[in-house]
């Protein structure tokens, strides 16, 4: 019951905008789905779909918004044109590819990292959800070596949370991931107009 109220109220001020200010309201209601694993299938105010899990926060905002991190979405919009291509490091669930693939278009590429095995299956999930040829997922880590390297892989509710580093998580796990080099791969792609970058909380850049 609780998700059809929230539905009817995301439909309603998606056509009324300036009622997005209410949003506050039901945000603290929408909390109560914190922590718990409800998949909902969303169509972003860009047009792709994107499925989230309500019980993540990245999840709940996309659901109520319609976007993520609007502030970023706008220079995406603002730098990128038709036939540019990007590499997305630190991909998560695909928000920003598949962003990046609606501007793009055809005859652009996206190259989507995302270390997390769990995001990683989610991305390729969100790809083949809006059926576009033109982002690339690999399933590896972005650093200055090529080794394999211990990863924290947080919860299936915090899943966006998982980094290179121990950010002290409960119910984090530990697994090795394939690290590689930017300097290693470049090759093998188009001039690159955009790379877009993750950063976690306590990691460093390299």
């Known amino acids: 019951m609780k998700i059809v109220i ?8 998606k056509n009324w905008p300036l009622l997005w200010r209410l949003v506050p309201v039901i945000q603290q209601k929408s909390r109560s789905y914190s922590g718990k694993n409800i998949p909902k299938i ?11 899990n309500l019980g993540d926060f990245i999840g709940r905002h996309i659901y109520l918004h319609g976007d ?13 044109e038709p036939g540019n291509n990007v590499i997305d490091i630190g991909a998560n669930i695909g928000y920003f590819s598949l962003l990046s693939s609606s501007i793009v278009g055809k005859t652009g590429q996206v190259f989507s990292f995302e270390a997390s095995p769990a ?23 972005i650093g200055d070596e090529e080794c394999n390297i211990k990863f924290f892989e947080a919860n299936d509710t915090h899943l966006g949370l998982s980094s290179l580093r121990d950010l002290g998580l409960q119910d984090s796990k530990i697994i090795d991931v394939k690290m590689v080099t930017l300097n290693k791969i470049a090759p093998e792609f188009p001039f690159i107009n955009l790379i877009k970058r993750r950063r976690c909380r306590n990691e460093e850049l390299w």
Request: hydrophobic share 40%; aromatic share 16%.
């Open 6 to 13: 929230s539905k009817i109220i995301v439909r309603y001020f």
């Open 42 to 52: 969303v169509r972003t105010r860009y047009g792709f779909k994107i499925n989230v």
């Open 68 to 80: 993520y991190e609007d502030y970023v979405s706008r220079i995406f919009l603002k730098l990128l």
């Open 119 to 141: 995001i990683y299956n989610r991305l390729k999930s969100n790809i083949q959800l809006n059926n576009v040829d033109n982002v690339y997922a690999c399933s590896n880590a």
